[in-house]
């Protein structure tokens, strides 16, 4: 469905170089094949010619910040996508630090599009705002409609997905991630009409409430091209091994309950059934597994690329044993009670890996503690060369052992250290941490992403101004001494498109240093700093294109400027601001 | 490198509440301290000091100005060579302690090298304050090597402490009890699905302890019962002959002239109980109560179900193992 379009008049003065006597639909054709949305960007920027055969090639549009355009721009400016990402609310929602209802609401999204994008397959959406009108609304405007992705999103409840599943009868991709959703019952899977055939991926995961096995049974057997299926916890280890059996194509595979009591030949019937799984990839569920059935996983295990075992809280004995099985490893999601033991097991049998999150079982140490040190990160470093991104929540950390870390594995593209307790410093030498820092982005030319921890003066940032080239993220949190570190980040950082600052010392100052910057940047958090509402009104005054949004606590002071969110914005302020949110 | 003016997030100032615990330190290691305790500027941390030496001994001279330890030889023994910012340990500590301080209870605030003073002075604790000072105080040895070996005494009044920290890790006590929103940064729904592993695994920790499985095992006639850790084993065999070491001195007492219990290849241990002419039949427990004989189920499942073990007489085991009876007969 392409709309007319005029041709553009050449100038004169164009009419000499060859892109202007290059046929538009030619240009057009080699431009769909350039899919990177940063290289996308690039090429319109190279004339007019090419800005139009950009656009009306363009089918998949990523939009890294809901508020900085608007709908109406987007349809105008693309008018023949068929897929589009969207993320909302800034990541800090994630921990609580964002009120609730704050916005980022999908639904005038939806309406714009369901005028203007008509043939619309893929919706990715992150951190937003959904309501179960929404997804009913968008189940019956697109009638082509093939994947839903939803992602640390809220406002919906499992009626919307009944929606989904009701009406998308070409759905291929129905995936319900980590939502803040209301789970009133397992009722929407049995919405799938029996003639429904499509569905390529579904990841129900993190929903509560039971399904209705046998429905979900008879699904997987008619979805022919089912390769992607995690189940809830819900699903026992013998319905597990019976959806194996109906689904031995699959290649990312998440587990229900590991628990349940086996007889000898239930097990070796899901022994067997996992055998059959020879295109396994990734691997993630296992919740509540045991010593005495993962052993069944072994012989899926061979072709693992990803192991995500965040959700079972291994030791360090059977995760070894685990591991031994899985020699292709690229990527290892894992809680800390397998501990540092279990990290030497890691560096012992997994040279491949690239990716490595450790996450803390017990993160306000309810129980008793023991989680992972600085040797276990080590043993994982001298064992595993080509690690390049890392998540490591760990409560104790040492200069020399990050210095050492980073030695090994100088490759790091995304380096996120979180030392648990705020403020704390070197154990050994009581030292800040600003070493440990300092050697990550003088030593790591690719690093992308950072995120520091633990005591940290000016100087960490210093350094990351000036050798932190490439830097795109950075989280910082009870860090620093002074405005001036904040100055050093923005002056140096020349590709820093996200910053994300918590509970440090920074204050006008530092926000007004970077005021030129923030134009580049998708966004600026600065929560519980030394910002005031003078402060904030001042950079609202100067940079127009800005959008600075403060949201006050309740009891602070007048003048403080709690929560400070600024973004660039072709789309103006909000209009749906609620009342919490201040708009400068 | 300049002092670290950190934005405390719980409100505090490091100046303030490191003068408070300078306050508080000097005023009450009277017996340690030597006399020019009265300053408290806060950057002359010498004084803020506790020193453990005996009473009456002469504190030692530190040689480098800003550093906060608590046991002046002992870390400059351990040739820590540190320059660290004034204010770490204190500010660490009075963060740690901050329930302590802002309970605005007459509580100490210090920190031991060991930061585990949280828990020396823990909220509950309010006659755990000044005593255990004076413990601390006159137990210590000017050898006292490791930090830790101070704390034994108020371990009692940990709440919720990770295990006691090894004498060079500084500062990894837990922070304070108030929990900052947001912190650490993880997702509440991975939040969510933690906490019910945790729940679960302290049960099955209760039970099993990860790693060993001690089970009781009692045998009809003997004064006492063992304990094993079926771990250890692989198979039935294994066990039922360490079993019929572990209790042959009953069985050998009861038959002296005649030795060596039996033995044979089947999947069940007995013991031979000579003098009675009956043998014995190893029996356990399982989750659900009911007792079952060894040696049905696959080892696996036994180490699994097994709560305990009992070496029952032959002539008790009627209803669980017949078979066995016979053949002990056909063979006594």
Not at chain 1, 435 to 441: D, G, H, L, R, S
Not at chain 2, 240 to 266: N, V, Y
Not at chain 2, 287 to 308: A, H, Q
Request: charged share 25%; proline share 5%; hydrophobic share 35%.
């Amino acid at each position: 469905m392409d709309p007319k379009r005029k041709k553009d008049c050449h100038d004169s003065g164009e009419s000499t170089r060859v892109a202007s006597t290059f046929p538009d639909e030619v240009l057009e054709r080699v431009l769909a094949l350039v899919k990177s949305h940063k290289d996308r960007s690039s090429v319109s920027l190279v004339c007019k010619d090419w800005y139009d055969a950009e656009r009306w090639s363009r089918t998949h549009v990523f939009i890294g910040n809901c508020y900085s355009v608007s709908p109406e721009i987007v349809v105008r400016r693309f008018p023949n996508v068929r897929s589009v990402t969207l993320k909302g609310k800034p990541r800090f929602s994630d921990f609580n630090l964002v009120p609730p209802n704050w916005g980022a609401d999908i639904r005038c999204w939806l309406v714009v599009f369901a005028a203007k994008y008509r043939c619309l397959e893929e919706l990715r959406l992150k951190r937003m705002t959904v309501s179960d009108e929404s997804l009913e609304f968008l189940a019956l405007s697109f009638p082509n409609f093939k994947a839903l992705l939803l992602h640390s999103c809220d406002g919906f409840s499992t009626d919307g997905l009944a929606a989904i599943a009701t009406h998308c009868k070409n759905l291929t991709e129905l995936n319900i991630q980590e939502n803040d959703i209301y789970d009133k019952s397992g009722c929407w899977l049995s919405c799938f009409p029996e003639n429904f055939t499509s569905l390529e991926v579904l990841n129900f995961a993190y929903l509560n409430n039971d399904v209705n096995f046998e429905a979900l049974e008879r699904l997987v057997s008619r979805c022919k091209s089912l390769n992607v299926l995690k189940v809830n916890k819900n699903i026992t280890l013998e319905q597990l091994q019976r959806l194996l059996i109906c689904a031995p194509k699959l290649t990312e595979l998440g587990t229900g309950s590991f628990l349940p009591e086996l007889t000898d030949r239930q097990y070796s019937e899901l022994k067997r059934s996992f055998s059959i799984c020879s295109n396994l990839n990734v691997l993630s569920g296992l919740s509540e597994a045991t010593a005495l059935y993962l052993p069944a996983l072994y012989p899926a295990c061979t072709n693992l690329t990803f192991l995500n075992l965040s959700d079972a809280a291994l030791q360090s004995e059977e995760f070894a044993k685990l591991l031994v099985h899985c020699p292709r490893l690229r990527r290892l999601w894992v809680l800390d009670t397998v501990e540092d033991k279990g990290l030497e097991a890691v560096g012992s049998n997994c040279p491949l890996l690239e990716e490595l999150r450790v996450f803390p079982s017990d993160p306000y140490e309810e129980g008793i503690v023991h989680g992972v040190t600085e040797s276990g990160f080590i043993a994982v470093s001298y064992g595993c060369r080509r690690l390049h991104y890392v998540l490591y929540f760990c409560r104790q950390m040492t200069n020399a052992a990050v210095e050492t870390i980073v030695q090994n594995c100088p490759d790091f593209t995304h380096f996120r250290l979180c030392i648990m307790t705020p403020c704390q410093p070197d154990y050994r030498t009581n030292e800040p941490m600003d070493k440990a820092f300092c050697a990550v982005v003088k030593t790591c030319t690719k690093l992308r992403r950072l995120a520091v921890s633990g005591l940290l003066t000016d100087m960490t940032f210093e350094y990351i101004g000036k050798y932190a080239k490439n830097l795109e993220t950075l989280s910082v949190a009870f860090a620093g001494s002074s405005d001036w570190g904040m100055q050093c980040v923005l002056g140096g950082c020349r590709k820093l498109r996200k910053l994300e600052i918590r509970d440090c010392p920074f204050g006008n100052a530092a926000l007004l240093s970077g005021f030129e910057k923030y134009e580049s940047m998708r966004s600026l958090w600065m929560s519980d700093c030394k910002v005031t509402m003078n402060g904030c009104r001042f950079l609202a005054k100067e940079m127009p294109r800005l959008n600075v949004e403060v949201m006050k606590e309740d009891g602070s002071d007048d003048s403080q400027a709690d929560k400070v969110y600024v973004y660039r914005s072709v789309a103006g302020p909000r209009r749906d601001a609620p009342p919490f949110v201040l708009t400068l | 490198m300049s002092i670290p003016l950190e934005h405390n997030y719980i409100g505090l100032t490091e100046t303030s509440s490191m003068e408070r615990s300078s306050d508080k330190l000097s005023s009450s290691t009277s017996s340690t301290l030597s006399s020019e305790d009265g300053k408290t500027s806060a950057l002359n941390l010498k004084q803020t000091e506790l020193r453990l030496g005996l009473p009456g001994s002469e504190s030692p001279e530190r040689n480098s100005g800003p550093g906060v330890s608590l046991f002046g030889k002992e870390l400059e023994d351990k040739n820590n060579g540190y320059s660290p910012s004034p204010l770490k340990n204190l500010v660490s500590g009075a963060k740690r302690g901050f329930s302590d301080a802002i309970d605005g209870s007459d509580k100490w605030v210090f920190s031991l090298s060991n930061g585990s003073e949280a828990d020396l002075f823990s909220p509950g604790g309010g006659n755990g304050g000044k005593p255990s000072t004076q413990y601390s105080c006159l137990s210590a040895t000017p050898n006292m090597k490791e930090a830790a070996s101070v704390p034994q005494s108020p371990k009692p009044l940990q709440e919720k402490k990770p295990q006691v920290p090894a004498a060079n890790e500084q500062g990894s006590a837990p922070a304070a009890k108030a929990q900052v929103v947001g912190w650490p940064p993880i997702r509440s729904f991975r939040k969510n699905t933690m906490t019910s592993n945790l729940a679960k695994n302290s049960d099955a920790e209760g039970k099993t302890g990860f790693g060993c499985l001690y089970v009781k095992v009692s045998m009809d006639g003997a004064p006492y019962l063992r304990k094993v850790d079926l771990k250890i084993y692989n198979n039935y065999v294994e066990i039922s002959s360490a079993l019929e070491k572990m209790f042959s001195c009953f069985t050998i007492g009861q038959c002296s002239s005649h030795g060596l219990p039996g033995r044979d290849g089947l999947n069940e241990s007995r013991l031979k109980d000579l003098l009675h002419g009956s043998e014995y039949v190893l029996t356990y427990e399982d989750k659900d109560g009911d007792w079952m004989l060894v040696g049905d189920v696959p080892w696996e499942m036994f180490t699994n179900s097994c709560r305990r073990l009992r070496i029952m007489k032959g002539s008790e085991a009627i209803g669980l193992a017949p078979r066995a009876m016979e053949k002990c007969k056909s063979r006594s």
